[in-house]
């Protein structure tokens, strides 16, 4: 037990560990003068997250390549669960995304995004030299659609947006021909003109009109503004511990969530923001070394599809924090408050292990 602990990439789970440490700063710092609940509930989402971090990395990767009954089965409960939602969610915000158990809530298409790496890494891994086929984007888009779809209407773009970009991401690194990749661009530009024709509601209009054209600053550009004002006036160090006015007053919306990093930059400054992102350049190296000892298509594809998932959503997030992306509601990986969020990307983490305690050598093929 001892001597695997010890094979364990303890520098990834240091960087992910104080990731979430910043993330702990911020919240407690946004509760000082209220309700620390949060604080609380985040430290265990972090203790329950490690322990299924460690409990994966003990599970021979292999399982997750050659148990497709299992896969087919988690998938499932993942599609049912989405679907549960529209019927035993409560509506906040006009969005039904989570479950309600007493004071703790659960949000599926957290661990369908692990679910999906799964699926298109097992899927790939088996094709890689049948890709130029068109059938194998068909299909693999499907198993992606169902999750897509189901989201879409919740309504929960961010997350469309994100399994949207694990989906082109794996099939380019898969090795998608350009035909298919510009029909499958073309494909994605006419249902993006059918979706704002027909499907997005007036709020998300909205939401991306402010963005293009922010005349309402009191109204609809009101929390995007106030994430700019905060990043601003952080400085070179800060505000200081409790001490952001944005953050304190409640000026910035979704201070523990969305709008995180305005509060860490707001509080700890462009230094504070510096050691955020070298933590993240570090945490990417890890991941980024264990894909190149990578020697089978599996571990190789899932753990480029983690790092998709990771880059698209602290793209968004940070660049909706900085005013360069329109707000669709993108937590920070590791960062955010939220427990679904945390322990999902704990157990990638914990898959990530056991590739690299494992050596991952199995032959190419497979």
């Given at each position: 037990?001892?001597?695997?602990?010890?094979?364990?990439?303890?520098?990834?789970?240091?960087a992910?560990?104080?990731?979430?440490?910043?993330?702990?700063?911020?919240?407690?710092?946004?509760?000082?003068?209220?309700?620390?609940?949060?604080?609380?509930?985040?430290?265990?989402?972090?203790?329950?997250?490690?322990?299924?971090?460690?409990?994966?990395?003990f599970?021979d990767?292999?399982v997750?390549?050659?148990?497709?009954?299992?896969i087919?089965?988690?998938?499932?409960?993942?599609?049912?669960?989405?679907?549960?939602?529209f019927?035993?969610?409560?509506?906040?915000?006009?969005?039904?995304?989570?479950?309600?158990?007493g004071?703790?809530?659960?949000?599926?298409?957290?661990?369908?995004?692990?679910?999906?790496?799964?699926?298109?890494?097992?899927?790939?891994?088996?094709r890689?030299?049948?890709?130029?086929?068109?059938?194998?984007?068909?299909?693999?888009?499907?198993?992606?659609?169902?999750?897509?779809?189901?989201?879409?209407?919740q309504?929960?773009m961010?997350?469309?947006?994100?399994l949207?970009?694990l989906?082109?991401?794996?099939?380019?690194?898969?090795?998608?021909?350009?035909?298919?990749?510009?029909?499958?661009?073309l494909?994605?530009?006419?249902?993006?003109?059918?979706?704002?024709?027909?499907l997005?509601?007036?709020?998300?209009k909205?939401?991306?009109?402010?963005?293009?054209?922010?005349?309402?600053?009191?109204?609809?550009?009101?929390?995007?503004?106030?994430?700019?004002?905060?990043?601003?006036?952080?400085?070179?160090?800060?505000k200081?511990f409790?001490?952001?006015?944005?953050?304190?007053?409640?000026?910035?919306?979704?201070?523990?969530n969305?709008f995180?990093?305005?509060?860490?930059?707001?509080?700890t400054?462009?230094?504070?923001?510096?050691?955020l992102?070298s933590?993240?350049a570090?945490?990417?190296?890890?991941?980024?070394?264990?894909?190149?000892?990578?020697?089978?298509?599996?571990?190789?594809?899932?753990?480029?599809?983690?790092?998709?998932?990771?880059?698209?959503?602290?793209?968004?997030?940070?660049?909706?924090?900085?005013?360069?992306?329109?707000?669709?509601?993108?937590?920070?990986?590791?960062?955010s408050?939220?427990?679904?969020?945390?322990?999902?990307?704990?157990?990638?983490?914990?898959?990530l292990?056991?590739?690299?305690?494992?050596g991952?050598?199995?032959?190419?093929?497979?």
């Amino acid at each position: 037990m001892l001597s695997a602990l010890k094979r364990l990439d303890w520098i990834l789970v240091g960087a992910a560990v104080l990731l979430t440490g910043f993330g702990l700063f911020s919240v407690y710092s946004s509760s000082a003068d209220g309700e620390i609940t949060n604080f609380y509930k985040q430290i265990a989402f972090l203790a329950i997250g490690l322990l299924a971090m460690v409990f994966l990395s003990f599970i021979d990767w292999r399982v997750f390549r050659e148990n497709s009954y299992l896969i087919l089965f988690l998938y499932l409960a993942c599609l049912l669960l989405l679907l549960g939602l529209f019927f035993w969610a409560p509506e906040i915000r006009g969005v039904k995304s989570w479950y309600r158990f007493g004071l703790f809530s659960v949000d599926p298409i957290e661990f369908t995004k692990i679910i999906l790496i799964i699926i298109l890494a097992k899927y790939f891994s088996k094709r890689h030299v049948e890709i130029f086929q068109i059938r194998h984007i068909v299909l693999s888009g499907f198993y992606v659609f169902l999750p897509v779809f189901l989201t879409f209407f919740q309504p929960n773009m961010g997350s469309v947006i994100i399994l949207v970009a694990l989906w082109i991401g794996v099939l380019i690194v898969s090795g998608i021909k350009i035909p298919h990749f510009l029909a499958l661009l073309l494909t994605g530009i006419l249902v993006l003109a059918f979706s704002w024709s027909f499907l997005l509601k007036d709020y998300q209009k909205n939401r991306i009109i402010s963005f293009v054209e922010p005349s309402d600053p009191l109204g609809l550009s009101w929390s995007q503004n106030q994430a700019k004002i905060a990043v601003g006036s952080g400085g070179l160090l800060g505000k200081g511990f409790g001490s952001g006015s944005q953050t304190q007053y409640g000026f910035l919306p979704e201070s523990q969530n969305d709008f995180i990093f305005a509060a860490i930059a707001e509080e700890t400054g462009l230094a504070g923001c510096f050691l955020l992102f070298s933590l993240f350049a570090l945490l990417f190296w890890r991941i980024f070394k264990i894909l190149l000892s990578c020697q089978n298509n599996f571990s190789r594809l899932f753990a480029t599809g983690f790092a998709i998932i990771l880059i698209v959503q602290i793209f968004i997030n940070i660049g909706m924090n900085l005013g360069l992306m329109p707000i669709i509601g993108i937590s920070l990986p590791f960062v955010s408050y939220g427990g679904s969020g945390l322990i999902a990307v704990f157990c990638a983490l914990g898959i990530l292990q056991s590739i690299k305690m494992s050596g991952a050598n199995s032959s190419n093929s497979a």
